[in-house]
């Protein structure tokens, strides 16, 4: 017998979503609380949850034996003062269609004028202003994983081209150009948009520095939907208030929520979607946790775990 | 010897290409101005640009055999009142990959809230409201011509399922489900999104109309990309006003420009788009020019006539 403790804002959901599959051989604990682990969690040996609550209740945990995160970024789980006696995975393959949506929708907005038309409208402005188009453009990918790979293919049935920048994977067809280290600033060099997918990494740290906005030309997007730490923030407020770089849309930053007084505010053509790209929903994750419960049972090896020293 | 008058807006960009195609036997006449015609236009055989411009060179150019439209839309062509002693082009299969970015655009900014978290971002909020997604949507598309089908393609790339109404082809592959005359309710019923594509004709007029928009789920959004004579604006706004459809984007509309006082510029949750969905670009337009004049030169049948009677 096995038993859960699901610790998650939407408990209630994946209470519900777990006790449908009716799965052999386990019991399940749900709470929003990570202190009410301490009672709850005496004789669990799984967890599911957000990384953050569950990094709070990991020493009420002394059973623990396998965790299923709900989000892709499990850094509150990597303090190296956490213990790290039990299997990790976290959610994967499930982001990148949301992650398409999110960032083909921001690039089609911006050449599309679409603030703009908005904002035409409500001044009574018939607008005729030419659109750009995707069509023929080149974007570039920083990180060609689950997520990369999808919006790879989206663009391509944009008609774009393809850039892709890993530490030395070139596994993704739709990639028409792949680089590597130290090739950075020749992999930025003509890109119409850049867009960032890097997990957080300690070598993934200010990836997205001043030489590389440096070499963007002056009409490129910057889209960042991995994590806050792969840009420096001074770099990027310096091109957009420069008008060396057409504009950035951010996803995550260094701290959130963005304090209320940070400069991103108010950056000239710089938008901020409050980490909102990738939506985690319950009826997605519980198909990762339910795959990976059912090979428990098996003896076999779990989908998507997380080497704590790498950290992906 | 053919002499082709180029009567268009961007008659230098089109006078440009054409000579850099170096076609044999032709010589070129460029203007921007109709009333030109007159003098330009006495031994022209063929001509090139815009139908309300061409419409009123018609009576100018005695020796007119061929022309090619430069949009898709030749209304101003079709009016009894004028001649229709020469072969008529349109241009054709280049709309469907803007037109992608345009309504794929659109359907992910609403879907995302590109519009309610740039006044967030206004109001200094870190706005979380969980966004929507297109995945395992329903699409319908009014019309499933070459556009439609481009359309079609792209719905599948996100995940959604795609219904098509049409007088009676059932052609496009990426169409899921095909609904014919009169089954337009039941083509309505439980869209999530309705995608009017059709040309102006006599049997598209006001196909959008009470009964149709009172059919959509309230949550659907509307988007008529096509002509505005296929849509019932007094219905329109009377069911946006009423929260009975959640919103409509508009490119076209029965008097362009959108005249200054018209209720569309104020209506709760439509917004207008200036007819620039699909835009002309000469490169594009010039490539179907090109192919005719091979084709008249071969004495093959031109590509994309327009029947005077049908209207397309």
């Known amino acids: 017998m096995h038993k859960l403790l699901i610790l998650s804002a939407e408990a209630d959901d994946y209470l519900r979503l777990i006790q449908a599959a009716r799965l052999p051989d386990l019991e399940c604990v749900a709470t929003t609380a990570p202190e009410q682990a301490i009672d709850l969690g005496l004789d669990c040996d799984l967890a599911l949850g957000e990384p953050p609550r569950l990094s709070r209740a990991l020493p009420q945990l002394p059973r623990l034996r396998w965790v299923q995160a709900t989000w892709a970024g499990v850094e509150p789980l990597l303090d190296p003062r956490l213990r790290r006696d039990y299997i990790l995975t976290n959610a994967r393959g499930i982001f990148g269609v949301l992650m398409s949506e999110y960032v083909f929708g921001y690039l089609l907005a911006y050449?599309?004028?679409?603030?703009?038309?908005?904002?035409?409208?409500?001044?009574?402005?018939w607008d005729e202003t030419q659109p750009g188009t995707l069509r023929g453009k080149q974007i570039g990918l920083l990180g060609v994983g689950s997520i990369g790979t999808e919006l790879a293919r989206t663009a391509r049935r944009f008609g774009m081209s393809v850039r892709g920048y890993t530490r030395a994977s070139e596994s993704c067809p739709d990639v028409d150009r792949y680089y590597h280290p130290p090739n950075k600033l020749t992999f930025a060099s003509g890109l119409d948009y850049l867009v960032c997918v890097l997990p957080h990494l300690?070598?993934?740290?200010?990836?997205?520095?001043?030489?590389?906005?440096?070499?963007?030309?002056?009409?490129?997007?910057?889209?960042?939907?991995?994590?806050?730490?792969?840009?420096?923030?001074?770099?990027l407020v310096e091109a957009l208030q420069s008008g060396r770089l057409a504009g950035a849309v951010?996803?995550?930053?260094?701290?959130?929520?963005?304090?209320?007084?940070?400069?991103?505010?108010?950056?000239?053509?710089?938008?901020?979607?409050?980490?909102?790209?990738?939506?985690?929903?319950?009826?997605?994750?519980?198909?990762?946790?339910?795959?990976?419960?059912?090979?428990?049972?098996?003896?076999?090896?779990?989908?998507?775990?997380?080497?704590?020293?790498?950290?992906?």
């Open 202 to 235: 300690n070598d993934t740290r200010q990836i997205i520095d001043r030489a590389l906005l440096a070499t963007l030309p002056a009409h490129a997007l910057l889209v960042n939907a991995g994590r806050g730490n792969a840009l420096d923030e001074t770099a």
């Open 111 to 125: 050449e599309r004028h679409i603030l703009q038309r908005y904002l035409a409208q409500q001044a009574g402005q």
């Open 250 to 312: 951010l996803d995550v930053f260094n701290e959130e929520p963005l304090p209320p007084g940070h400069i991103f505010w108010r950056t000239p053509n710089l938008l901020v979607t409050s980490h909102t790209a990738a939506p985690t929903f319950p009826e997605d994750i519980i198909e990762v946790f339910l795959d990976n419960y059912r090979r428990l049972l098996r003896g076999e090896v779990l989908r998507y775990q997380v080497n704590f020293e790498l950290g992906y």
